[in-house]
């Protein structure tokens, strides 16, 4: 068990461009889970998927981002022409769902920097 | 909505004291979950301790407890012999069922400081 682990750990980009991050969640587990954190707040849910299947996306995911999970492994989040208010950490957290209240598990995150 | 407060945006302790995390939720909800999540410098959130709401008995993790009141629909965390490596934000997260929905709504934080 090596963890939620997550790519880019750090990234800058020019205001404009388009990023990816990618999340490796625990193994088996069948729930991957992205939030978004600002400095000084707590995590806000952006959207989830059991398997490859995208159950839930936030208001806040807005048209210019897309995540997908194609082959209920990974997982990619997609910001295209970034925007400074895109400026923010992005969580990515997996759980073995059998049943409400299942603990999920945290990656550490990757900073995004729009500049 | 679902929203969870948490009232005390910073909180400090001396080293082997207790100190005490408020949090407050809101709910329609019978039964549910309840955690503290711990977030180090290093940023990597880490579970502290989970809370069923249909078990009256308040959970209890080595140092740290909580003190789940359903009426007043509080859940405070309480953190014993306070150790250096407590510093840390912690968040108070409350797992909302909704609609065929499930996830994780997490207040805005406490930073614990402690002091030598």
């Known amino acids: 068990d090596t963890g939620v682990s997550q790519d880019p750990r750090h990234k800058i980009t020019k205001r404009g461009q388009n990023v990816t991050f990618r999340c490796d969640p625990i193994?088996?587990?069948?729930?991957l889970y992205w939030y978004r954190q600002t400095l000084g707040q707590g995590p806000e849910f952006l959207t989830y998927?059991?398997?490859?299947?995208?159950?839930?996306k936030s208001r806040l995911l807005s048209d210019r981002f897309s995540a997908e999970r194609p082959k209920g492994s990974f997982s990619t989040l997609e910001i295209q022409r970034t925007e400074q208010g895109d400026s923010a950490m992005y969580l990515c957290?997996?759980?073995?769902?059998?049943?409400?209240?299942?603990?999920?598990?945290f990656g550490e995150g990757s900073w995004l920097t729009v500049v | 909505a679902q929203t969870v407060t948490q009232s005390q945006p910073e909180m400090s302790v001396q080293e082997a004291e207790t100190v005490t995390l408020s949090c407050t939720y809101d709910?329609?909800?019978?039964?549910?979950?309840l955690f503290w999540y711990k977030q180090p410098p290093s940023r990597q959130m880490i579970l502290v301790i989970r809370?069923?709401?249909?078990?009256?008995q308040n959970a209890t993790e080595n140092r740290f407890s909580v003190n789940f009141q359903k009426a007043a629909k509080s859940f405070s965390l309480k953190i014993s012999d306070s150790q250096l490596g407590d510093a840390a934000m912690y968040f108070c997260?409350?797992?909302?069922?909704?609609?065929?929905?499930?996830?994780?709504?997490f207040g805005k934080g406490t930073k614990l400081t402690v002091n030598p």
């Open positions: 957290a997996s759980s073995l769902w059998i049943g409400s209240g299942n603990t999920i598990y």
């Open positions: 193994s088996e587990h069948n729930r």
């Open positions: 998927f059991q398997n490859e299947a995208q159950l839930e």
């Open positions: 709910t329609s909800e019978s039964d549910y979950y």
């Open positions: 809370q069923e709401a249909y078990k009256q």
């Open positions: 997260a409350h797992w909302v069922t909704q609609g065929g929905s499930e996830k994780l709504v």
